[in-house]
């Protein structure tokens, strides 16, 4: 925490507490997930995510017992967590994972949940399933497929129709668009766990991923296979060129997490607990409050 007091009143800390009920009821809320479409089928379907009730987990084991007034306050300030609304958050999340819903098999999107910054899984077993599940099925050269058959921003999509017929999720199969960002959680990931040569390994290929344009040098949001390279890509997997992101729109959310890497590379700002099981101490230690 910086330090910064931004709470002052009992009507802040009420509305603070609130949010908390409601983010509590994330394990029985269905939704459209991370990326706002729903199932895969992108037919304005909600569903349970696996990447949802993971952030709202790691989110409610880190607030639960912070005091909004800091040294100032006292019981009436403090934040506080169901202890049944967690433990279902945690078993929900456990029977999902591997998964991340009923309709994917797996989402770059559970990197957050699994690592840097939620740190939700407790058991060791399940998160490496969860992670050579990602890895095996969605990372590139170019950053991480979203989820297997993701049609948006493909040269194949049809941007003038709202959703897919299932049959035609085929055809986004193996050139769906690589995303830079999850380089980024990587890096951040492994710099908590201390992990030196992956640290160098991600922050070389973030930078080789960054372009220039009117607002310097920047992380883009996707790179997609050009039409004319389709057919080569599906046949070999990961042996074509890639484009950046064509439009002019900033990627907040990939530089925002860029900025944070830097400050962490470069030493302006540092983690309370850089080994990952120091980390995952304090989370399990939070968890164990719950039981």
């Known amino acids: 925490p910086s330090g910064l007091q931004i709470v002052y009143t009992m009507d802040e800390v009420n509305f603070v507490q609130n949010l908390v009920y409601y983010i509590e009821r994330a394990y029985r809320t269905p939704d459209y997930g991370v990326w706002e479409r729903g199932s895969k089928d992108n037919n304005n379907t909600r569903e ?7 952030l709202a987990k790691g989110a409610l084991e880190i607030i639960n017992g912070l005091d909004l007034f800091g040294s100032q306050g006292s019981l009436s300030s403090t934040v506080y967590v169901d202890p049944d609304a967690h433990n279902r958050n ?6 999902l994972l591997p998964r991340e819903s009923s309709s994917k098999e797996t989402d770059a999107a559970l990197l957050a ?3 840097y910054p939620a740190f939700a899984i407790d058991g060791q077993t399940l998160r490496r399933r969860t992670r050579e599940r990602i890895f095996s099925k969605l990372k590139g050269e170019y950053g ?3 989820f297997p058959k993701d049609g948006q921003f493909s040269v194949l999509e049809d941007r003038n129709r709202r959703y897919y017929c299932p049959a035609e999720l085929r055809k986004f199969e193996k050139v769906e668009c690589e995303w830079p960002l999850f380089f980024v959680y990587l890096f951040i990931e492994a710099l908590f766990h201390g992990e030196k040569s992956e640290m160098e390994l991600y922050w070389t290929r973030i930078q080789s991923l960054m372009v220039s344009n009117a607002y310097g040098s920047c992380l883009p949001r996707f790179y997609y296979v050009p039409e004319e390279f389709i057919e080569d890509e599906r046949t ?5 060129s890639r484009l950046p992101d064509p439009s002019s729109t900033f990627f ?6 860029y900025i944070i890497a830097s400050l962490l590379k470069r ?3 540092c983690v309370s607990r850089r080994a990952g099981s120091a980390r995952e101490t304090h989370t399990a230690h939070i968890s ?4």
């Open 48 to 54: 349970l995510n696996g990447s949802s009730i993971g």
């Open 90 to 95: 945690r078993t929900i999340l456990g029977s």
């Open 113 to 115: 949940v699994i690592g």
């Open 144 to 146: 991480f497929k979203r």
């Open 236 to 240: 070999d997997p990961g042996s074509q």
């Open 252 to 257: 907040l959310w990939g530089n925002a997490l």
């Open 267 to 269: 030493g302006r700002t």
């Open 288 to 291: 164990d409050q719950f039981e």
